[in-house]
């Protein structure tokens, strides 16, 4: 699975922002997709996960309430709805894809991963 990760852009605080991340391949409904940040100077942290049919939806304590993972089967495709922007959401967000089999929190236990996408959040 090859996954492209793009919308990333600078916003405001407050504001609202897109993530996709498009996966080639026929079995992209077959992984538990998540999305992990890392800003600079740190470790690489979970955001948001998905299961394969986006029934199941898990965030991280930071995030949730403000941040909406789903995902389009049909598309090969999976987003991230940011909203209500802080300044310490600024990082590289990256999508990744696993088999599920493992704590989805753990970067290690994704098989695949994004190129990143930019997001920073002025105050």
Same mark, same amino acid.
């Given at each position: 699975? !090859?996954?492209? /990760?793009?919308?990333?852009?600078?916003?405001? /605080?407050?504001?609202? =922002? #897109?993530? $996709?991340?498009?996966?080639?391949? #026929?079995?992209? $409904?077959?992984? &538990?997709?998540?999305?992990? #940040? !890392? /800003?600079?100077?740190?470790? +690489?942290?979970? &955001?948001? *996960?998905?299961? #394969?049919?986006?029934?199941?939806?898990?965030? *991280?304590?930071? &995030?949730?309430?403000?941040?909406?993972?789903? +995902?389009?089967?049909?598309?090969?495709?999976?987003?991230?709805?940011?909203?209500?922007?802080?300044?310490?959401?600024?990082? &590289?967000?990256?999508? /990744?894809? $696993? !088999?599920?089999? =493992?704590?989805? +929190?753990?970067? =290690?236990?994704?098989?695949?991963?994004?190129?990143?996408?930019?997001?920073?959040?002025?105050?």
């Amino acid at each position: 699975v !090859q996954l492209q /990760a793009s919308g990333g852009g600078l916003m405001q /605080a407050g504001g609202s =922002l #897109r993530l $996709s991340c498009a996966a080639s391949g #026929r079995t992209f $409904s077959s992984y &538990v997709m998540g999305w992990f #940040r !890392q /800003a600079p100077g740190k470790e +690489r942290e979970f &955001v948001a *996960a998905i299961g #394969r049919i986006g029934l199941s939806t898990f965030y *991280a304590d930071s &995030v949730k309430g403000r941040f909406t993972i789903s +995902r389009d089967n049909a598309k090969n495709t999976v987003y991230l709805l940011m909203s209500s922007l802080k300044p310490e959401d600024s990082a &590289v967000y990256y999508c /990744a894809a $696993s !088999q599920g089999l =493992l704590d989805l +929190r753990v970067p =290690l236990s994704y098989d695949y991963w994004g190129q990143g996408t930019l997001v920073t959040v002025s105050s």
